[in-house]
């Protein structure tokens, strides 16, 4: 397919523009995507607002090589226009984004989004906040029948989530506190929900976001206006919590995990702060408290499972804000993420469809 498509390409902070650029030509292994859906997160909003952070805007990435303005966007779903064997033209599918080598030892040990190759579309190489995008096959899987391209826009941040789930160590019984009841807080949510049995606080200011975790299950809920350490504290009668995941990345809140976990448990480090957190570590030492952190998703082992969970249709209901049209993506996407006014998730639609 030739010709030209509308895209919303990065040129630095504050300066995103809609621009006619060629469509492109999908290189071995790769298929041609006419774009349904493409979400917005706070990485796409810290890149917008004082980048580049991750946009390889002024040297060649070294795994992508890509270097100079690019177009962002790496939660995107879309329809296959020019295919593989396994994915023919017209299969609706979601994108995991991140593309490994499958050759180095981190790959060989399924870990793939710690590939020593590894990049992301729309933050390191041309994503899918425009018309058409070209994305590796195996970066691919089908949207099952039922579920919406709305939800299926939802799909590599749920999965992320559930990487993230994995990832903290939860056993069932666990109590298990998350800091943080945004997207990415609420997508872990799910993923503890979805892979075990666990007694769920979720820590936030008060307000629809608190309310949301309450609905989608949340067992506790506590105002981060309050003393937050005292409170997990009196709840699990003076030990701790067995585990704190920290989703906010707000000032001072990954100090507050350390504190409220117990002694032996387990902290997991999801939010990016802002501020660098001043950390006790002979605290966190003398008792053996484990700190693990967490990135991306693996594709092969979280992004089906995520698709399987928004095919029950209570994420989207209670996630989804806005489906807006490519031109607002500025005004009514990337400045309410920055400024901290969007409540949900906020989805573009390239094609109008």
């Not at 298929?31 to 349904?36: D, E, F, P």
Request: glycine share 12%; with cysteine.
């Amino acid at each position: 397919m030739t010709g030209t498509m509308q895209a919303a390409v990065y040129h630095g902070p504050q300066d995103v523009r809609i621009e006619q650029v060629l469509v492109p030509a999908p290189r071995d292994g790769e298929v041609l995507l006419a774009v349904r859906r493409n979400g917005l997160c706070g990485t796409d909003a810290t890149e917008w607002a004082k980048g580049p952070v991750l946009v390889p805007l002024h040297r060649p990435h070294p795994a992508s090589g890509h270097v100079g303005p690019m177009i962002l966007g790496h939660e995107f779903v879309g329809e296959v226009v020019d295919g593989s064997p396994g994915l023919p033209a017209g299969t609706l599918v979601a994108s995991g984004a991140g593309v490994w080598c499958g050759q180095c030892d981190r790959c060989a040990e399924g870990r793939t989004n710690v590939c020593r190759n590894y990049y992301t579309l729309g933050l390191n190489a041309p994503g899918g906040l425009a018309e058409y995008v070209a994305a590796p096959a195996a970066t691919l899987r089908p949207i099952p029948p039922g579920v919406s391209v709305d939800a299926a826009g939802m799909a590599q941040p749920l999965a992320v989530g559930l990487h993230a789930a994995r990832r903290a160590g939860v056993r069932d019984g666990d109590s298990v506190v998350i800091i943080g009841a945004g997207a990415i807080g609420t997508f872990v949510l799910a993923g503890l929900i979805h892979l075990y049995r666990a007694d769920l606080t979720v820590i936030d200011l008060p307000g629809k976001k608190l309310e949301r975790a309450a609905r989608l299950g949340a067992a506790h809920t506590v105002s981060a206006r309050s003393d937050v350490v005292a409170a997990v504290l009196e709840r699990t009668g003076g030990r701790g919590a067995d585990v704190v995941i920290e989703a906010s990345g707000a000032s001072g809140q990954f100090e507050n995990a350390l504190r409220m976990v117990s002694g032996g448990g387990r902290v997991l480090a999801v939010g990016l702060p802002k501020d660098k957190p001043a950390i006790d570590l002979a605290a966190v030492a003398l008792r053996e408290i484990t700190v693990e952190s967490t990135v991306a998703h693996v594709c092969d082992a979280d992004l089906v499972p995520a698709l399987d969970i928004l095919a029950e249709g209570h994420l989207e209901t209670a996630l989804l804000e806005s489906v807006i049209p490519l031109p607002d993506v500025v005004a009514r996407g990337l400045e309410p993420l920055a400024s901290g006014s969007a409540e949900g998730k906020i989805l573009v639609a390239p094609t109008g469809r």
